[in-house]
């Protein structure tokens, strides 16, 4: 069983020079998918379930599927509860067996997001598992806005949340379908200064690739949250697979046949980050 927590897989990264990946699942095929490109790179990986993912699907249904993956891996899994919004909803992950919950208060006050994420660090680390928090505001592609993460605000929020990691805003955005951001590496290196947290960047599939590999490599940012150029794989090879031959109808053929090009892609994005 090689099931992890965040903390597990990030504190060696912090150490080393690199990042760990955290994907972004919607189903089974791309977990699976996720886990065999962790596997033939030798990299551990993190499964997350985000919002869209637990709208589709109940936590104790990811949770088992994650769960059983990483007992069937020869790397380290992490069960990672992506964007939780509430206390309890951080409970119910972490009652059904995640080892890792990230506490969005990034959309609060300060005051009220550090209260709050602490609250929930200190749950997650009496339960022997990890919390990820958000410090300043990534936004969205065609959405709201990002509001940048101040240093000062970074150090406070680290120190009294206790956060294992922190998701910080330097010129990364969701859901971009290209990579077209622009990351401010002298805010990096301001946030590095005033904290020693391993620091996430959400929005990683607008990050180009050269430029995760130095993140990687030269700064404390230890993960990358990846999920729209793993959807955008996922879809090409699901169109292929149904325009390939129209009278088909099960399913379970149309999708199986996504696995291997998604398989390929994740591999791409592990190896860019070692």
Same mark, same amino acid.
Request: charged share 15%; aromatic share 4%; net charge negative.
């Given at each position: 069983?090689?099931?992890?927590?965040?903390?597990?897989?990030?504190?060696?990264?912090?150490?080393?020079?690199?990042?760990?990946?955290?994907?972004?699942?919607?189903?089974?095929?791309?977990?699976? &998918?996720? !886990? *065999?490109? /962790?596997? $033939?790179? =030798? @990299?551990?990986?993190?499964?997350?379930? #985000?919002?869209?993912?637990? +709208?589709?699907?109940?936590?104790?249904?990811?949770?088992?599927?994650?769960?059983?993956?990483?007992?069937?891996?020869?790397?380290?899994?992490?069960?990672?509860?992506?964007?939780?919004?509430?206390?309890?909803?951080?409970?119910?992950?972490?009652?059904?067996?995640?080892?890792?919950?990230?506490?969005d208060g990034s959309?609060?006050?300060?005051?009220?997001?550090?209260?709050?994420?602490? &609250?929930? !660090? *200190?749950? /997650?680390? $009496?339960? =022997? @598992?990890?919390?990820?928090?958000?410090? #300043?505001?990534?936004?969205? +592609?065609?959405?709201?806005?990002?509001?940048?993460?101040?240093?000062?605000?970074?150090?406070?929020?680290?120190?009294?949340?206790?956060?294992?990691?922190?998701?910080?805003?330097v010129g990364n955005?969701?859901?971009?379908?290209?990579?077209?951001?622009?990351?401010?590496?002298?805010?990096?290196?301001?946030?590095?200064?005033?904290?020693?947290?391993?620091?996430?960047?959400?929005?990683?599939?607008? !990050?180009?690739? /050269?430029?995760?590999?130095? @993140?990687?490599?030269?700064?404390?940012?230890?993960?990358?949250?990846?999920?729209?150029?793993?959807?955008?794989?996922?879809?090409?090879?699901?169109?292929?697979?149904?325009?390939?031959?129209?009278?088909?109808?099960?399913?379970?053929?149309?999708?199986?046949?996504?696995?291997?090009?998604?398989?390929?892609?994740?591999?791409?994005?592990?190896?860019?980050?070692?």
């Open positions: 069983m090689t099931l992890a927590t965040l903390s597990d897989v990030l504190q060696p990264a912090l150490r080393d020079g690199h990042a760990v990946a955290g994907l972004v699942v919607l189903g089974w095929e791309d977990a699976r &998918a996720y !886990v *065999a490109a /962790a596997e $033939a790179e =030798g @990299l551990p990986v993190i499964l997350q379930a #985000g919002p869209g993912c637990r +709208a589709h699907t109940p936590l104790p249904i990811l949770a088992a599927m994650f769960r059983h993956l990483a007992e069937q891996a020869s790397v380290p899994v992490v069960a990672h509860l992506d964007h939780g919004t509430s206390v309890q909803e951080c409970r119910q992950a972490i009652d059904c067996g995640f080892t890792s919950v990230m506490f959309r609060l006050p300060l005051d009220e997001n550090i209260a709050q994420t602490a &609250a929930i !660090v *200190a749950m /997650a680390h $009496a339960a =022997g @598992l990890s919390c990820e928090g958000e410090i #300043g505001f990534v936004g969205y +592609a065609s959405g709201e806005a990002s509001a940048r993460t101040a240093p000062a605000d970074a150090a406070r929020f680290a120190a009294e949340t206790g956060v294992d990691a922190m998701a910080v805003s955005v969701h859901l971009q379908t290209e990579a077209a951001a622009v990351i401010d590496l002298d805010a990096v290196a301001a946030i590095m200064a005033a904290t020693r947290t391993p620091l996430v960047i959400h929005g990683g599939s607008g !990050v180009p690739a /050269a430029m995760r590999q130095h @993140l990687a490599r030269h700064t404390s940012v230890c993960k990358f949250n990846i999920g729209t150029e793993l959807r955008m794989a996922f879809g090409a090879a699901l169109r292929t697979a149904v325009n390939r031959d129209p009278a088909r109808f099960d399913r379970l053929a149309i999708l199986k046949e996504t696995e291997g090009p998604v398989t390929l892609a994740a591999r791409q994005v592990l190896r860019g980050l070692a």
